[in-house]
């Protein structure tokens, strides 16, 4: 089980690293390629590229150190969790960032768009441009979705493995072991005491009870109260 939970994290790392990378890429490509579109300038793929990059190494490093402190949790997997969390917002706004522009070059792919952009810029390639920035920043959204899909599912296995205490040396079950103790030197065995007890001069006597019971403890002779109208009582000398 918890050797899995490792594996798993450690996949969970990897990917959003390589997703993480192919957003930067993209970033990087658009705002070079697109550098009059001001949306691809603000570079939104990158930023938030890295930020999954830091939190998928974070689950690399959670995977690789689960269970080496005597089974329990490592300090890693709190920091994964929590960098999830945060991406799963990053994330949300990068795609809203290209989503803005996705939709504003989009008209680009409308003949008569196409035809007024070409005019305007007095070039034939104005509008492959204009459709190329489109399509990059509907890239830029897709691997921003599957990026946050990815933050989601880590943030709730995260939280579960938490929890996970496989390897950790577990408590022992503690009992009560009932001795015999040898008869002290200070008893003396009296006249007309059952079998198995042994009496303190002047202060009664323990009987072994059968089947492990607790002792029972019986007044001295003395001590001992008149028996109850029709019960016989045995006196001890």
Known sequence: ???????????????????????????????????????????????????????????????????????????????????????????????SINGVGGSLMGWCFIDSVADAVNNWHRDETASSWCQAAASMHWACIAFGFIEMVMCFASSIFGCVVGGCNCGAPQPQTQGVVFMQAPPNPNMVV?????????????????????GGAPPAYLPPPAQQSAPYPGEQKTQIV
């Open 1 to 95: 089980m918890c050797k899995s939970s490792g594996q798993a994290l450690l996949g969970l790392g990897v990917t959003l690293v390589v997703l993480g990378s192919i957003s930067v890429i993209l970033g990087i490509a658009a705002a070079a390629a697109f550098n009059w579109d001001s949306l691809s300038r603000i570079s939104a793929p990158i930023w938030a590229g890295g930020f999954v990059i830091l939190t998928g190494s974070m689950g690399i490093m959670a995977g690789r150190n689960f269970g080496r402190q005597d089974g329990r949790p490592n300090g890693y997997i709190p920091a994964f969790m929590a960098l999830s969390i945060v991406g799963i917002f990053v994330t949300i706004a990068q795609q």
């Open 190 to 210: 009296t006249t007309g005491v059952p079998p198995g007890a042994y009496a303190y001069p002047q202060a009664g006597y323990m009987v072994q009870q059968p």
